[in-house]
């Protein structure tokens, strides 16, 4: 992957069309793009609709390659792209707030509108520290 190009668990890795390109220049998912959430999720909460549009700048992307063996361990894909292609957000439920997202939530934030996911991280630290969670 980016940081150890020779890991034996790329678990975050190229785009498959992109492995094998020499020049990576104008190869990145830039711009916003569509999320369905699960239901059942800290995400959908958050949000409050299944689809989402989100802001990328990225060429890495979940290796679809380790899908089954991390949801099996507790990780918890819940939001794709629209096909199901690609992993944008992963949740651990055994945990208060454990988010995972491809994509850039600071990139739509303003300061009194922030991203959804940050208001209710922020929801979860407070009912954390008072006990409630």
Same mark, same amino acid.
């Given at each position: 992957t980016e940081v150890d190009p020779a890991t034996p668990h790329p678990v975050i890795d190229l785009l498959p069309e992109q492995r094998k390109l020499k020049d990576l220049g104008g190869t990145m998912r830039l711009g @916003?793009? *569509?999320?369905?959430? $699960?239901?059942? @999720?800290? @995400? +959908?909460?958050?949000? !409050? &609709? &299944? $689809?989402?549009? &989100? #802001?990328? #700048?990225?060429?890495y992307e979940f290796n679809n390659e380790y899908r089954e063996l991390l949801s099996s361990k507790g990780l918890k894909i819940v939001g794709t792209s *629209?096909? !199901?292609?690609?992993v944008e957000i992963v949740e651990l439920d055994?945990? =208060?707030? +454990?988010? !995972?997202?491809?994509?850039? =939530?600071? +990139?739509? @934030?303003? =300061?009194?509108r922030p991203n959804p996911l940050f208001r209710e991280f922020l929801n979860?630290?407070?009912?954390? #520290? &008072? !006990?409630r969670l």
């Open positions: @916003s793009y *569509p999320c369905r959430l $699960l239901r059942e @999720s800290k @995400s +959908f909460l958050a949000y !409050g &609709e &299944e $689809l989402i549009y &989100e #802001r990328h #700048r990225h060429r *629209p096909n !199901g292609s690609l055994e945990h =208060p707030w +454990f988010v !995972g997202v491809q994509f850039h =939530p600071e +990139f739509k @934030s303003r =300061p009194y979860a630290c407070i009912k954390q #520290r &008072e !006990g």
